[in-house]
């Protein structure tokens, strides 16, 4: 039987137990909200990223869950900088050139701001002059650092990304820095 967490990881926390760097007094770590011994992140998500983080306490189904070749969709919300056009969304779906390639197709869509959001500790920079707009992108890879990149490459950088599913299991009804736990669960 495998036990899986949910868990919707905060902005400005590492995805992992425990920070040897110089600066690890400073900066949350995973072992600041799940005290549940035994489960292991199954993927990542940046530091500076937010939303659903998948722990498990099965070594095969974590494999299974990060492992590219199941190219399990993850689906972002990411706010950007300016006025999203269609142009930028067609070039997202089709696959952005990326220095370590080109991305596989995607689903995105132009999106109004997510009215569950909660808000992010600090908030984003925002400029007077310069919109923000919001995308909604499902994804079947895992470039390091991808979806920043692609809405980068079309031109709209991200100020704020949240993952909000990967494969069936999502963040709703989660609030920002809680776990929810699933019993036998497989992929």
């Avoid at 600066?23 to 770590?29: I, M």
């Avoid at 799940?34 to 500076?48: E, K, M, N, P, T």
Wanted: glycine share 6%; net charge positive.
């Amino acid at each position: 039987m495998s036990n899986l967490l949910l868990f919707n990881k905060p902005f400005n926390v590492l995805c992992q137990f425990t920070d040897d760097s110089p600066h690890a007094t400073q900066r949350k770590t995973l072992a600041n909200y799940i005290s549940h011994q035994g489960f292991y992140a199954a993927g990542r998500l940046d530091r500076d990223s937010e939303g659903l983080l998948l722990l498990t306490d099965d070594g095969k189904l974590q494999h299974k869950i990060s492992d590219p070749k199941h190219k399990l969709p993850k689906t972002y919300l990411a706010q950007v900088e300016g006025d999203v056009t269609p142009q930028a969304i067609q070039q997202l779906i089709k696959g952005v050139t990326l220095k370590d390639g080109l991305t596989r197709p995607a689903q995105a869509k132009k999106i109004s701001p997510p009215p569950w959001l909660w808000p992010r500790t600090p908030p984003i920079r925002q400029r007077k002059e310069i919109p923000t707009s919001w995308i909604e992108l499902t994804i079947t890879e895992g470039k390091n650092r991808q979806v920043r990149r692609m809405t980068a490459a079309v031109g709209f950088p991200t100020l704020r990304l949240i993952r909000t599913q990967i494969g069936n299991w999502t963040i709703k009804g989660l609030a920002s820095g809680d776990s929810m736990m699933l019993t036998n669960q497989s992929l």
